[in-house]
């Protein structure tokens, strides 16, 4: 199983720092400075949406406008 991982720069929403994103998956990254998972959500414009599993039902995560270029 081939497997290619496809890194981009990018501001984490989580730590905020700019810093790598590790896609994991087409939709999903993951931050190389505080380890967070993204989401990445393609309409028009692309933002990752960061994956908190300890936020309770309800919670609106907090979502941050990726800008390339
Ligand atoms: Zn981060």
Redo the contacts with the bound molecule.
Sequence with gaps: MKVTAEVVNGN?P??S?L?MLVGLTPELFR?M????DLHQHVNGKISYLPVMPSQSDGATPFVKEWKDG
Excluded: I, K, S
């Design positions: 984490c989580t730590c720092e810093t931050c400075n505080c380890g967070a």
